[in-house]
């Protein structure tokens, strides 16, 4: 069984500043951990994976995430939020042929 | 462009009517899935298949069923809808069965009055 916990259910930045957006997962696998990203009335976006490679993963418009199996964790970064990064942002974890989603982080960002 | 195709992108029926929401994977890819996306469900997985067989269920309810077709195109059949049933209708397409990226398409919003 597995499942996974994003901590926050909003979070707010001022453009520029770092992003944070925190997951925890549980499996009984070997998981594979993916960040998505939705915009309003879009379908979600691949942002990034990891898939037992390397521990910090690079995705797509400057996020990356770092996999720390000690600490359960799979939390997404961004050294600058832009006003485009606005979204709802979903930590997944997949093993055994058995997908979870997060409940979703809405991101908003300040000018 | 995710390359998943859902048509069509908007829906306005009355309670008790049947709708059929059309998924079209990206290429290549053999399995489909489709999520449903409301304010107070938020995301909820329905229905997974693999290569036209069914490979996994969620909540889905026994009003709602799905097929995956030779061509891979895969229909998502609504019926004795209910006001509830209004949400946004996500397919995702994957190459594998199982731990491969989800390809989403835009939804279809289905909206039951």
């Known amino acids: 069984a597995q499942s996974v916990t994003q901590l926050d259910s909003h979070v707010s930045v001022s453009e520029g500043t770092p992003v944070l957006l925190r997951c925890n997962y549980s499996s009984s696998y070997s998981p594979s951990l993916f960040w998505y990203v939705q915009h309003p009335n879009k379908g979600l976006q691949l942002l990034l994976k990891y898939t037992s490679a390397a521990t910090l993963v690079k995705g797509i418009n400057g996020f990356e995430a770092e996999f720390k199996k000690s600490e359960t964790s799979f939390h997404l970064t961004k050294p600058s939020a832009h006003m485009s990064d606005a979204a709802e942002y979903f930590c997944?974890?997949?093993?055994?042929?058995?997908?979870?989603f997060g409940a979703g982080t809405r991101l908003t960002v300040k000018p | 462009d995710s390359g998943v195709t859902q048509t069509p992108k908007h829906l306005i029926t009355a309670t008790g009517q049947r709708v059929t929401l059309r998924c079209s994977p990206r290429?290549?890819?053999?399995?489909v899935y489709w999520y449903q996306q409301s304010l107070d469900q938020g995301l909820q997985f329905l229905i997974q298949y693999y290569n036209g067989e069914e490979r996994a269920k969620g909540n889905i309810l026994e009003r709602f069923s799905a097929q995956q077709f030779p061509d891979l195109h895969s229909e998502l059949n609504l019926s004795s809808l209910e006001l509830g049933d209004s949400a946004l209708y996500f397919c995702?397409?994957?190459?594998?069965?199982?731990?491969?990226?989800?390809?989403f398409g835009n939804g279809t919003r289905l909206t039951v009055t």
């Open positions: 997944v974890v997949s093993g055994n042929n058995d997908m979870r």
């Open positions: 995702a397409s994957s190459i594998g069965a199982g731990n491969s990226p989800l390809h």
């Open positions: 290429s290549g890819d053999l399995s």
